[in-house]
């Protein structure tokens, strides 16, 4: 296969789904009055407070996803590592959660402020998090992998305990609030989330589209990477940091989305190959792409409510990992 | 030169290496040989840098080899270990390649080099295959190639370079340990300094330029393979019965079992 057909095809894929996130929902819009610019004010409204900043929103944080995805595999050297074990995401549920449960403390919040307190609440959770981790999993100067691993596992069970308890105490609206805000959901987009996202995902992309040549010796063993002049220490550190990063400011933004960063990687090395200068960028594209598309869907299907996004991708996302698994099992027989 | 100097290193209350000292020369060939847990593979580790001795220090070109930054030692010194998994499927060209990863090759230069590499080793026409569909015998060969790679890409003379092997020839059939170990041969003799742990004390006494043994972490014997025969070195360290013969061709001594 030609180097640049993968690019091609995904980035085909990406602008179809752009498209039809633009013009297809509970009030269509035609794509060549858009083209031609012959849409009338409440259209170029819906277009641009709305529909553009969540498109936009769903190719950020798909492809955050999926870059960490493809970062968190070839740093475990496992195929069914996902963003989510590190445990930054439900740290982050954790203090969400909090400010959805004890915000009748705080006062009456006005409207416009809520989701920039829920977002911030999140993001705090996620840098928290992260510092924790960090702290948990550099041992003599050293990041361990199985260090990482089980403090991941801690702090889910932890969270989950915790964001269990908060479920226990809210009241009916607030876990509404609590389960939606778990299933993911981009309608809170608005082009200062857009320009947040923007100004930490594109660098992370470009710095991780670099360094995909050292992932690549990563997956020989850290020992064999060492060997061939990695400074292995220091570059695990940078990638957890920016699987952390990328992970919280999702998870800020946009709730608990599920599966994209497992998934996506999986599917680009099942296409084409396993060489991390493909997967990585190939699946910051497939991710933006499927993202972008499920939150279409999730618009389309119960008109005029939604789905949350989250709840489409893991419905794509669980027969996808079941069949991994058993194929899995099936390969090591 | 490659040396070690009174190294002695600890683990978890046992003594892995005992005060060792021993050197690897610019063009020599040079096995290591001993039993099981005799320390071995802890030597390697201790000269390529990966693990550090309580006690002593590891000279290169007489530096410390702590003194030398990773990326420049890319540039001089590879090492192959036991064993070398891929969770992720490559293709054998792509395992290969990343031996290059310390240099900046041109494609056509780097495929140039992956396909004579392959061919040295025993693999030729196997650059697309799939790393994990192949045998033992043929993934050891692929990373063979690709610590080879590692040294030839950037360095038109071997002599400052050097090559360390944990039983490259562990799961290899006869023809292809015999062609490994002639091709070692040949790289030293261009000036490469190759350390190979191996198991075979024939091979090590019959390609072996000097010997190291090694027993219980202690060094037993350094030397040239004729003189293995001044005292019972192999049959006291190996606790095996043993018959000591000559090699039909070469001044050097060969094992044989006591039935």
């Given at each position: 296969?030609?180097?640049?057909?993968?690019?091609?095809?995904?980035?085909?894929?990406?602008?179809?789904?752009?498209?039809?996130?633009?013009?297809?929902?509970?009030?269509?819009?035609?794509?060549?009055?858009?083209?031609?610019?012959?849409?009338?004010?409440?259209d170029?409204?819906?277009?641009?407070?709305?529909?553009?900043?969540?498109?936009?929103?769903?190719?950020?944080?798909?492809?955050a996803?999926?870059?960490?995805?493809s970062?968190?595999?070839?740093?475990?050297?496992?195929?069914?590592a996902?963003?989510g074990?590190?445990?930054v995401?439900?740290?982050?549920?954790?203090?969400?959660?909090?400010?959805?449960?004890?915000?009748?403390?705080?006062?009456?919040?006005?409207?416009?402020?809520?989701s920039?307190?829920?977002?911030?609440?999140?993001?705090?959770?996620?840098?928290?998090t992260?510092?924790?981790?960090?702290?948990?999993?550099?041992?003599?100067?050293?990041?361990?992998?199985?260090?990482?691993?089980?403090?991941?596992?801690?702090?889910?069970?932890l969270?989950?305990?915790?964001?269990?308890l908060?479920?226990?105490?809210?009241?009916?609206?607030?876990?509404r609030a609590?389960?939606?805000?778990?299933?993911g959901?981009?309608g809170?987009?608005?082009?200062?989330h857009?320009?947040?996202?923007?100004?930490?995902?594109?660098?992370?992309?470009?710095?991780?589209?670099?360094?995909?040549?050292?992932?690549?010796?990563l997956?020989?063993?850290?020992?064999?990477?060492r060997?061939?002049?990695?400074?292995?220490?220091?570059?695990?550190?940078?990638?957890?940091?920016?699987?952390?990063?990328?992970?919280?400011?999702?998870?800020?933004?946009?709730?608990?989305i599920?599966f994209?960063?497992?998934?996506?990687?999986?599917?680009v090395r099942?296409?084409?190959?396993?060489?991390?200068?493909?997967?990585?960028?190939?699946?910051?594209?497939?991710g933006?792409?499927?993202?972008t598309?499920?939150?279409?869907?999730?618009?389309?299907?119960?008109?005029?409510?939604?789905?949350?996004?989250?709840?489409?991708?893991?419905?794509?996302?669980?027969?996808?990992?079941?069949?991994?698994?058993?194929?899995?099992?099936?390969?090591?027989? | 030169?490659?040396?070690?100097?009174?190294?002695?290193?600890?683990?978890?209350?046992?003594?892995l290496?005992?005060?060792?000292?021993?050197?690897?020369?610019?063009?020599?060939l040079?096995?290591?040989?001993?039993?099981n847990?005799a320390?071995?593979?802890?030597?390697?580790?201790c000269?390529s840098?990966?693990?550090?001795?309580?006690?002593?220090?590891?000279?290169?070109?007489?530096?410390?080899?702590?003194?030398?930054?990773?990326?420049?030692l890319?540039?001089?010194?590879?090492?192959l270990?036991?064993?070398?998994?891929?969770?992720?499927?490559?293709?054998v060209?792509?395992?290969v390649?990343?031996?290059l990863?310390?240099?900046?090759?041109?494609?056509k230069?780097?495929?140039?080099?992956?396909?004579?590499?392959?061919?040295?080793v025993?693999?030729?026409?196997?650059?697309?295959?799939?790393?994990?569909?192949?045998?033992?015998?043929?993934?050891?060969?692929?990373?063979?190639?690709?610590?080879?790679?590692q040294?030839?890409?950037?360095?038109?003379?071997?002599?400052?370079?050097?090559?360390?092997?944990?039983?490259p020839?562990?799961?290899?059939?006869?023809?292809?340990?015999?062609r490994?170990?002639?091709?070692?041969?040949?790289?030293?003799?261009?000036?490469?300094?190759?350390?190979?742990?191996?198991?075979?004390?024939?091979?090590?006494?019959?390609?072996?330029d000097?010997l190291?043994?090694?027993?219980?972490?202690?060094?037993?014997?350094?030397?040239?393979?004729?003189?293995?025969?001044?005292?019972?070195?192999?049959?006291?360290?190996?606790?095996?019965?043993?018959?000591?013969?000559?090699?039909?061709q070469?001044?050097?001594?060969?094992?044989?079992?006591?039935?």
């Amino acid at each position: 296969m030609n180097i640049r057909s993968p690019y091609i095809i995904l980035l085909g894929a990406l602008l179809l789904m752009m498209a039809m996130a633009l013009t297809q929902g509970a009030y269509s819009l035609s794509w060549s009055a858009i083209l031609f610019d012959k849409i009338g004010s409440i259209d170029q409204q819906i277009l641009m407070t709305v529909r553009l900043p969540r498109l936009l929103m769903a190719v950020l944080v798909g492809a955050a996803l999926a870059v960490s995805g493809s970062l968190m595999q070839a740093l475990f050297r496992n195929p069914l590592a996902d963003p989510g074990l590190l445990g930054v995401s439900a740290g982050a549920s954790v203090f969400v959660g909090v400010l959805i449960v004890f915000q009748p403390a705080l006062g009456a919040v006005p409207l416009w402020a809520k989701s920039y307190l829920q977002s911030g609440a999140g993001f705090i959770g996620a840098v928290g998090t992260c510092a924790l981790i960090f702290s948990l999993s550099k041992h003599q100067g050293k990041v361990s992998v199985l260090h990482l691993l089980l403090a991941g596992i801690a702090i889910n069970a932890l969270a989950g305990a915790a964001t269990g308890l908060l479920t226990y105490v809210s009241n009916d609206e607030q876990l509404r609030a609590l389960s939606f805000w778990s299933m993911g959901n981009l309608g809170g987009a608005r082009w200062e989330h857009v320009i947040v996202l923007a100004s930490l995902v594109l660098p992370i992309c470009g710095y991780v589209f670099r360094q995909s040549k050292n992932l690549n010796l990563l997956l020989l063993g850290e020992e064999e990477a060492r060997y061939l002049g990695l400074n292995v220490e220091r570059f695990k550190f940078r990638l957890v940091a920016v699987v952390a990063l990328c992970v919280g400011i999702t998870v800020a933004f946009a709730g608990l989305i599920g599966f994209v960063g497992l998934m996506v990687p999986h599917l680009v090395r099942l296409l084409f190959g396993s060489d991390n200068r493909l997967v990585v960028p190939c699946s910051a594209l497939l991710g933006a792409a499927l993202l972008t598309g499920a939150d279409t869907v999730a618009r389309l299907l119960v008109i005029p409510a939604e789905l949350p996004v989250g709840l489409v991708t893991s419905l794509l996302g669980g027969p996808f990992f079941l069949w991994l698994l058993i194929n899995n099992i099936k390969e090591s027989r | 030169m490659l040396q070690a100097n009174n190294v002695s290193l600890s683990r978890g209350g046992n003594l892995l290496l005992d005060c060792v000292s021993m050197s690897l020369e610019s063009g020599e060939l040079l096995m290591v040989l001993g039993p099981n847990g005799a320390g071995k593979s802890t030597l390697l580790s201790c000269l390529s840098g990966a693990v550090h001795g309580d006690a002593g220090e590891i000279l290169l070109e007489a530096k410390p080899l702590s003194a030398f930054p990773i990326e420049t030692l890319a540039k001089k010194r590879a090492v192959l270990t036991q064993q070398v998994t891929m969770v992720f499927n490559f293709t054998v060209e792509q395992v290969v390649s990343l031996g290059l990863a310390p240099w900046s090759l041109g494609v056509k230069q780097a495929d140039e080099l992956i396909q004579r590499t392959l061919m040295d080793v025993g693999l030729p026409n196997m650059q697309k295959r799939d790393y994990n569909s192949l045998s033992g015998g043929e993934q050891q060969r692929a990373q063979l190639a690709r610590v080879l790679v590692q040294l030839l890409a950037g360095n038109d003379d071997l002599s400052g370079c050097y090559l360390l092997l944990d039983e490259p020839i562990a799961a290899l059939d006869l023809e292809q340990q015999q062609r490994v170990l002639r091709l070692l041969k040949t790289l030293s003799a261009k000036g490469l300094a190759v350390l190979c742990v191996i198991h075979d004390i024939n091979l090590a006494a019959l390609y072996g330029d000097r010997l190291v043994l090694l027993d219980n972490g202690r060094l037993m014997f350094q030397g040239k393979p004729a003189d293995l025969t001044a005292k019972p070195y192999i049959e006291s360290a190996y606790q095996a019965d043993l018959i000591r013969l000559h090699h039909a061709q070469m001044a050097v001594p060969q094992w044989q079992f006591q039935v």
